[in-house]
């Protein structure tokens, strides 16, 4: 091929540009990487000495779950300089080594298989996505048999002895907050979600407690994560005439509602949302106005830690950081309890950590937390409401709420 | 120094460094990480065959790429009928499914009632990415939708644990050279020579007595089966499979490795996909926030430099 036509090359120039886009755009949403290893942070009162005690973070810092990723994350370091600052555990510092996972599960899967054999990290804490946190319980919890703290709320089910989850699973959230939805708009209850595994499980787990409670489920709408057309949901709601919704549509929720509100159909109608944190309510239009949401943190969330924990996160990153939501508070109570498990098994080694994190309780901002023998935490769940602001308003707190997840690993 | 000669010592090099690279990397991590470098390599190839080689821009190849994965993660992991497979047959079901597929696909685009061409093929396999991706998410239980499925089996051959460290990387290369020589094979076979007058002269080679819609679907053919195998291979060794690995986005990535590295030189999309994902992987690790753009700014000056890609410069020579 010594001869090449000059047309060929600009086209092969030209297609290379567009192949550039792509991937940059790609590179934008589906890969990419960050940090390295965060020093061990002030460690100036009893300064802890000796070999520092590794936590891996796999932390969504770029890509579509970077708010997210990016509060986890801080919330870590948080917690760690907390715990370096008193000491450290066992004499030794903690110390993150954070990887970014650029929100994409082959580089999450790469990344903390490079935490567990290369920096032989004692625990691994993330991710956010549920697809992902399937990865990783297969490759860090099962697999390389190391301690996997996930962080975000999600379906539950998960059992296996590495694996803890921080996060908030469907029981403790729909228990304390359909009653609450019942009492204000009536009994009637329409379900609708995205048609994937944290709705369709969440939906089964609120079937018999809507039961419970005296409700009557008037129907289920399933619809693809992010759908483009909500005749079928709109219709739904016209026909059934439910008193209100319960959601778990999170990657479109704005779309959906404002479907809804188009239509006319949401007159008199509440909504409840177990997914709507802070940051989801950009973007929403003012029918999001009187929305009730439980999880396990929000900025106006009720608790004796709350205060000193978001001053803390302002005095670190900057006056107008916060943290995301249940994911940032899941995060810093996984790095709280991971080092006061390791402290009371005297040892990193991965079985006596995992013995020692069953039962033990630990004051958390929001108040206290239980690591049940199913390896989901007993928390307070706050219930909040959209106020005219556009912003979360706090309704109560439901301190002590089980996961009910029946795992016993 | 001759052209050929040049790519013969890149090939030699290459080759070497691929064998050398497992006893002067001790650390079982790296070498596994280079292993998947060497199975997206194959990727590459199978993307620089039919772009590079037969002149046929494809927007959709992780379509069989993430095909080869899913269908042989849906052998081994689902039931009923035949099913379960052990590993091999699953794969071997898996990339031969594929290959079927391609050639119903590439029959109706080069063949069909409308052969197509050019940007309209580009379109198609770009529709053909993003259904599956749609169908991978909405599959219910077969494909698992968002969360995909996880794959228990481990990668073994002859009883031999290969499904990390050391022994995958030895797969992966084993692959990548066995399927390097088969594409090379072809290259430079009298069908080869046909595929390439195809894409500078299309006409000519028409007028000259060849069927030239068979032509195209024997490349298409052998695209797609080589990036099926290493799909499957990838996804077993990664232990899970999810939708964005049929996707649009997995498509473009690897038309950044191929350009990079030299179109229509096979062995330089190995070498870009190699460079590309390691740079990625290790200074994304060291930049923070940076690393995005210093890898987007090296690129430009890359392919603005060298339009043919690194090793399509080695091969050619300067282009101006």
Redesign the interface.
């Known amino acids: 091929?010594?001869q090449?036509?000059h047309g060929?090359?600009r086209v092969?120039?030209g297609?290379?540009?567009t192949?550039?886009i792509?991937?940059?755009?790609?590179?934008?949403?589906?890969?990419?990487?960050?940090?390295?290893t965060t020093p061990p942070a002030g460690s100036a009162a009893a300064a802890p000495s000796g070999d520092p005690i590794k936590i891996g973070v796999t932390a969504d810092?770029?890509g579509p779950f970077t708010i997210y990723g990016t509060s986890m994350e801080r919330s870590a370091e948080l917690a760690v300089d907390e715990i370096n600052a008193s000491g450290g555990v066992l004499g030794r510092p903690l110390q993150l080594v954070v990887?970014?996972t650029?929100t994409?599960?082959?580089v999450t899967?790469?990344k903390a298989?490079?935490l567990v054999?290369?920096d032989k990290v004692g625990m691994v804490l993330g991710p956010i996505g549920?697809?992902a946190a399937?990865?990783l319980y297969?490759?860090v919890a099962q697999?390389a048999k190391t301690i996997l703290m996930y962080p975000e709320t999600y379906e539950g089910g998960k059992c296996d002895p590495m694996f803890f989850s921080t996060g908030a699973v469907p029981a403790q959230q729909i228990r304390p907050m359909l009653p609450v939805l019942q009492k204000e708009f009536g009994p009637k209850v329409l379900l609708f979600g995205a048609?994937?595994?944290w709705p369709r499980r969440s939906f089964e787990i609120a079937k018999p407690i809507i039961k419970e409670i005296g409700g009557e489920l008037v129907g289920e709408v399933y619809l693809?994560?992010i759908a483009d057309d909500f005749t079928e949901l709109v219709q739904k709601v016209r026909d059934t005439k439910p008193n209100y919704i319960y959601t778990l549509y999170p990657a479109a929720w704005g779309a959906a509602l404002k479907a809804l509100d188009d239509a006319g159909v949401l007159k008199g109608v509440g909504v409840g949302t177990t997914f709507l944190g802070d940051p989801g309510l950009a973007g929403l239009s003012t029918a999001a106005v009187g929305t009730y949401t439980a999880l396990p943190f929000f900025t106006v969330a009720k608790g004796d830690g709350v205060a000193a924990f978001l001053d803390a996160f302002h005095q670190k990153f900057g006056a107008n950081e916060i943290p995301s939501g249940g994911e940032s508070l899941g995060a810093y109570n996984a790095i709280h309890l991971y080092a006061q498990a390791v402290a009371k098994a005297g040892s990193t080694d991965p079985a006596a950590v995992s013995a020692a994190m069953v039962g033990q309780t630990y004051t958390s901002p929001t108040g206290a937390v239980t690591m049940e023998p199913s390896h989901h935490l007993t928390q307070t769940i706050q219930l909040v409401k959209v106020g005219p602001d556009m912003k979360h308003e706090f309704v109560q707190a439901f301190e002590n709420q089980a996961s009910e997840e029946t795992c016993t690993s | 120094m001759a052209r050929s000669t040049r790519v013969r010592i890149a090939e030699l090099v290459l080759l070497a460094a691929l064998i050398v690279a497992p006893l002067v990397v001790h650390d079982a991590f790296t070498i596994d990480r280079f292993g998947r470098y060497l199975l997206y390599a194959v990727f590459a190839i199978s993307v620089d065959l039919i772009w590079g080689v037969g002149g046929v821009l494809t927007f959709g190849h992780a379509a069989f790429f993430g095909a080869g994965g899913y269908l042989a993660a849906i052998f081994m992991e689902r039931g009923g009928w035949f099913l379960p497979l052990p590993l091999w047959p699953a794969i071997a079901l898996a990339v031969a499914c594929v290959a079927m597929f391609a050639v119903l696909l590439s029959g109706l685009a080069f063949r069909g009632p409308f052969p197509m061409r050019g940007v309209e093929l580009a379109v198609i396999t770009l529709a053909v990415a993003y259904l599956l991706e749609q169908y991978a998410r909405a599959g219910g239980r077969l494909t698992g939708g968002q969360n995909g499925i996880l794959i228990g089996p481990r990668l073994t051959v002859f009883g031999i644990n290969v499904h990390r460290g050391r022994n995958f990387y030895l797969l992966a290369a084993a692959t990548l050279i066995v399927c390097y020589v088969v594409a090379r094979w072809f290259v430079s076979s009298r069908a080869g020579l046909v595929v390439r007058g195809i894409r500078d002269n299309e006409p000519r080679v028409d007028l000259l007595g060849y069927h030239v819609p068979n032509m195209k679907i024997a490349v298409f053919v052998l695209s797609a089966t080589l990036a099926a195998l290493a799909g499957a291979l990838f996804y077993v060794h990664e232990g899970i499979i999810t939708p964005g690995a049929v996707g649009v986005a997995a498509s473009t990535q690897v038309l950044l490795w191929v350009a990079l590295g030299g179109r229509a030189t096979l062995i330089g999309p190995i070498v870009g996909t190699i460079v590309l994902q390691h740079l990625t992987a290790t200074l994304s690790g060291r930049l923070l926030d940076t690393w995005i753009l210093v890898i987007g700014a090296l690129l430009i000056v890359v392919v603005m430099l060298f339009p043919a890609g690194v090793l399509g410069w080695l091969d050619r020579g300067p282009s101006r």
């Open positions: 091929m010594a090449r036509r060929v090359r092969a120039v297609l290379t540009a192949a550039l792509g991937a940059a755009l790609t590179t934008g949403t589906a890969s990419a990487t960050t940090p390295a810092l770029t990887e970014d650029q994409d599960v082959a899967t790469d298989r490079k054999e290369q549920s697809d399937d990865a297969k490759t697999d048609d994937y595994v693809p994560l």
